[in-house]
């Protein structure tokens, strides 16, 4: 059986892996006043967009997701000729439509993929599963890399669906943001009231970093910390006690918006770099999404895994 993968682009890993897999990407476009551009996990091309864009104007900025046609027409012409079972995998679906857009697509190509696949000279049924990751960036790496390890093995479609189901409810990502001001305004913009002004005003008076927790499509504060660095070396730390205390894949996903040589230069890097190696574990590093960057603010840093239920400490 011929098994295909999608993500769409705020799934945060490195353009390579996906090429290089063989993972078919659902672009979001990010549009700053009249500049747009089609997110296609081309690091260069959004590095270049932050410096000239993201910086000034990214909190107006406007996502706009594959529609249920694009994403009809991409299965119809190419994916049901591809693949016999494609896994479409989403941000969470509190954030963002893309998996509700990719739901009602589904049932378009599921009614009208036969005569396409009889063209092609396929007489096999075709199948599609629409899995929402139930999280966001980095974090969003942990199923497709699942995906990929289980597809090279040989296994079938159905335990490559139940395992994936079943990582999407224990997948956690950490982020540590730079800037509270650009975080409110962006979620203003968007009509989510979360972050508030006398909380964003005094997070940059007394330089308080939030630290933020994503798990079964929830995000919120689970600690804060005096200064970024030392929030980002905390999140470090934490990640490395939950590779020392095992991961439910040999996989830590990490993103920044921003050149990856300033992350790498961060308190608890090397650390974690280390304990990874230490305990086979295969870190994926990728310049965060244009999507995200354009949702949480330049320089935010997340960190992904799967992992048993736990408290941040």
């Given at each position: 059986?011929?098994?295909?993968?999608?993500?769409?682009?705020?799934?945060?890993?490195?353009?390579?892996?996906?090429?290089?897999?063989?993972?078919?990407?659902?672009?979001?476009?990010?549009?700053?006043?009249?500049?747009?551009?089609?997110?296609?996990?081309?690091?260069?091309?959004t590095?270049?967009?932050?410096?000239?864009?993201?910086?000034?104007?990214?909190?107006?900025?406007?996502?706009?997701?594959?529609?249920?046609q694009?994403i009809?027409?991409?299965?119809?012409?190419?994916?049901?000729?591809?693949?016999?079972?494609?896994f479409?995998?989403?941000?969470?679906?509190?954030r963002?439509?893309?998996?509700?857009n990719?739901?009602?697509?589904?049932?378009?190509?599921?009614?009208?993929?036969k005569?396409?696949?009889?063209?092609?000279?396929?007489?096999?049924?075709?199948?599609?599963r629409?899995?929402?990751?139930?999280?966001?960036?980095?974090?969003?790496?942990?199923?497709?890399?699942?995906?990929?390890?289980?597809?090279?093995?040989g296994e079938?479609?159905?335990?490559?669906?139940?395992?994936l189901?079943?990582?999407?409810?224990?997948t956690?990502?950490?982020?540590?943001?730079?800037?509270?001001?650009y975080?409110?305004?962006?979620?203003?913009?968007?009509?989510?009231?979360?972050?508030?002004?006398?909380?964003?005003?005094?997070?940059?008076?007394?330089?308080?970093?939030?630290?933020?927790?994503?798990?079964?499509?929830e995000?919120?504060?689970?600690?804060?910390?005096?200064?970024?660095?030392?929030a980002?070396?905390k999140?470090?730390?934490?990640?490395?006690?939950?590779?020392?205390?095992?991961?439910?894949?040999?996989t830590?996903?990490?993103?920044?918006?921003?050149e990856?040589?300033?992350?790498?230069?961060?308190?608890?890097?090397?650390?974690?770099?280390?304990?990874?190696?230490e305990?086979?574990?295969?870190?994926?590093?990728?310049?965060?999404?244009?999507?995200?960057?354009?949702?949480?603010?330049?320089?935010?840093?997340v960190?992904?895994?799967?992992?048993?239920?736990h408290r941040?400490?």
């Amino acid at each position: 059986m011929r098994i295909g993968l999608v993500v769409d682009s705020a799934c945060d890993l490195p353009g390579d892996y996906l090429e290089r897999n063989g993972i078919t990407l659902l672009p979001i476009t990010v549009r700053i006043g009249e500049a747009m551009l089609a997110d296609q996990r081309n690091e260069q091309a959004t590095l270049e967009f932050l410096h000239a864009q993201i910086a000034e104007r990214g909190a107006e900025a406007e996502t706009i997701p594959y529609t249920v046609q694009q994403i009809q027409d991409l299965f119809l012409k190419k994916l049901v000729i591809d693949y016999d079972y494609v896994f479409c995998m989403t941000i969470t679906k509190t954030r963002s439509p893309i998996f509700d857009n990719a739901m009602q697509a589904s049932f378009a190509i599921l009614n009208e993929y036969k005569p396409v696949r009889a063209a092609a000279g396929h007489d096999t049924p075709f199948a599609l599963r629409v899995i929402d990751s139930q999280n966001l960036f980095a974090a969003q790496g942990i199923l497709p890399v699942e995906a990929v390890r289980l597809r090279d093995a040989g296994e079938g479609a159905p335990k490559i669906r139940a395992r994936l189901e079943h990582l999407a409810l224990h997948t956690h990502g950490y982020m540590v943001p730079r800037d509270l001001y650009y975080l409110r305004a962006r979620a203003r913009k968007k009509g989510d009231r979360s972050v508030g002004l006398v909380s964003a005003a005094l997070g940059t008076a007394l330089d308080i970093k939030p630290i933020l927790h994503a798990n079964r499509g929830e995000t919120g504060p689970v600690g804060k910390v005096k200064g970024f660095e030392p929030a980002v070396q905390k999140v470090m730390d934490f990640a490395g006690q939950r590779v020392r205390a095992g991961l439910l894949t040999p996989t830590l996903c990490l993103s920044y918006g921003g050149e990856l040589e300033e992350m790498r230069a961060l308190p608890g890097y090397d650390k974690l770099r280390a304990t990874c190696a230490e305990h086979h574990v295969e870190v994926f590093e990728s310049v965060m999404s244009l999507t995200g960057m354009v949702n949480v603010g330049k320089g935010a840093l997340v960190v992904g895994f799967a992992a048993e239920p736990h408290r941040f400490e």
